[in-house]
C-alpha cells in the first residue's frame, strides 16, 4: 500500500503493515497510482504522486530512481488528471479544459502531444494483448477516435465517427471490437468497431425503444460473451459478440416476483444498529427515490453494472430504485435473488478472483461490509471495529493469492484498516535467538519441521481479523504524525 500523510509518502506490506520505505515529498498531491500489472508474474513496482502541476514517479525498490515531470508555465491549464500508461515506463497527463494529452516516456524522456482529448477521465484505452491506445477527441464539430501505435503513439488511424456527442469507448477483453456510444438526447445509439477501426455494426434497440431513452452505463462481460447495455428505461440489454443482436432483457420491474426458488432478502436494523437480513414475502415493492424535478435524469436508469469473475452471474441496480440490488444468473438467463437494503447501494464489487462473492457497499456512515455468497445464495453482515474520523467510509478488495483467505480494506479520509473475514493467514516468522549463528538457525529448522509436522500446533486465528492502521504511530524518526487529526492522507 502507498499511504499519502502530509509530506510522506509510506509504502507498506498489506501483510502485516510492515514499514518497506519512506519517501519524503514536497508535492501535495491529489493523486495517488500504481503502475500496471500486464501479467500474472509481473508486479506493480513504481508509485505515481501527482499534482496540479508536478508529477513524480518512484521506484519501491530502486531507491537510486525517480522521474520527475514539470507542467512548465502551465499555459495549457493545469493537469486534471494522471495515470500511468501501458506499462510502467509511460506516465499520461491530462491538461485542463481538454487542450491536450502529453504521453512521456520515462525510460527515454521524450513526449508526445495529442491535442484536444474530449475527456480526462475516460473516453480512452488500451487495447489487451497488444497496447493499441484508443482515444476519443473532438477537434471540430464531429467526434474523432484514433488509434494510436504502442510506445510511440504515432497516429496509425483516424475515424470520424457518427456520433453526436460520443460519451465514451471500451476495448472488448479479447481485443477483438471497441464499443463507442452516444448521448442518452438521441436514443439508444451503440456503435461496434473492429480493432482497425472499421464500422461492424450499428445497434439502435428495438422498434419499442423510446426517443430519449438512451445508454446510461456499458459493461463487457469478462470472457467477452456479452455486451451489457444499461438503459434508463429499467432494463439491461445483453448482446451477444457473436453478432451483436440481443439475447438477453434483464428487466427490473418495480413489483419484484422471482421464479419459484429465488429469495427477495431485505436488511433490518434494530434500534441498536445491528444489522441482518430476513427473507420477505413475494410480490414486494421496494422504496424508490424520492422525486426531484432538478435530477429526476441522474434517478433513472442502470447506472451500476458488475459481472463475477467468470461471467457468470451479473448484479445490478436500478437508480429509481437506489437500495436494491438485483443477481441474475447467466446461466440459467433468471434472476436468482434481490436483496433490498436498508440505505442506497452505491458499490457492487465482485472479488476479482473469488467468483461467488460480491461485496455491497452502501451510502450510510456504518462500518458495516454486506456481502452475498452465490454458492449459498445468502447475504450476510459484518461489523467491523472502525471509528470514523473525516469523508465517507468505502472499501475495496485486496488483491490476494487463490489460496489465500480473502481480505479487504477499510477506511476514510484519514485511517483505515485491514480485514480478513475468514482469518488471516499464518505467517510464518522466526527470530535468531541472542547467540546466533548456527545453533540459531538449527532451532528456526527444528521451529518449523515441527509445525510442519504437527508437533507444535499453530494458533488459531479468529475468523475475523483486523490490522489497524495506528502502526503508523509506531516511534520512529521519521513517523512523528499520525493519521488522526490531520490533513492530507490519501491511501492506494
Known sequence: ???????????????????????????????????????????????????????????????????????????????????????????????????????????????????????????????????????????????????????????????????????????????????????????LKIYVYTADGHLYRVYSGDSEDTLGLGVKSIEWSPRGDYLAIGGHDRRVVLLSTRTFSPVMVLDHTSSIQLSRGSMVWQEQVTGTSQRSYTTVQQPVAPPTAPDSPSNQATKTGLSLIAF???????????????????????????????LVQHSPVKQLSWHPTIASLLLIQCSHDEPTLYFYDTTNEVPYTLDVSFQKTAGRIEAQWLSTASNSNFALLLGDTQSFVLVWPEGRDQILKFENNEHGGAEAEAEEEDSLFDILTGKTPIKELDRTELLVSDVLEEDTEVLDDTFVGRGGFGVT
Open 308 to 338: 463475477n469473475a467468470n461471467g457468470t452471474v451479473v448484479a445490478t441496480r436500478d437508480d429509481s430504485v437506489p437500495t436494491t440490488v438485483w443477481l441474475w444468473d447467466l446461466t440459467k438467463l433468471t434472476a436468482t435473488a434481490v
Open 1 to 187: 500500500m502507498a499511504i499519502l500523510v502530509n509530506s510522506r509518502l509510506d509504502i507498506r506490506t498489506t501483510s502485516s503493515l510492515e514499514l518497506l520505505r519512506t519517501i519524503t515529498t514536497s508535492i501535495q498531491g491529489s493523486t495517488l497510482r500504481w503502475s500496471p500489472i500486464r501479467s500474472s508474474s509481473d508486479t506493480s513496482s513504481r508509485v505515481l504522486l501527482a499534482s496540479d502541476e508536478n508529477v513524480r514517479v518512484w521506484d519501491i525498490y530502486d531507491e537510486r530512481w525517480s522521474a520527475a515531470i514539470n507542467n512548465g508555465s502551465g499555459g495549457m491549464g493545469k493537469l486534471v488528471n494522471v495515470e500511468f500508461g501501458r506499462s510502467r515506463e509511460e506516465v499520461l497527463c491530462f491538461s485542463d479544459f481538454g487542450s491536450k494529452l502529453t504521453a512521456w516516456n520515462l525510460k527515454s524522456g521524450t513526449s508526445v502531444e495529442i491535442r484536444d482529448p474530449k475527456f480526462s477521465t475516460r473516453g480512452y484505452g488500451y487495447r489487451p494483448h497488444t497496447g493499441l491506445f484508443a482515444l476519443l477527441s473532438r477537434p471540430g464539430p464531429q467526434d474523432i477516435l484514433t488509434l494510436h501505435a504502442p510506445t510511440t503513439y504515432f497516429v496509425v488511424k483516424t475515424v470520424t465517427l457518427l456520433t453526436v456527442d460520443a460519451q465514451g469507448v471500451k476495448w472488448s477483453p479479447d481485443g477483438r471490437w471497441m464499443v463507442v456510444w452516444d448521448t442518452p438526447s438521441v436514443g
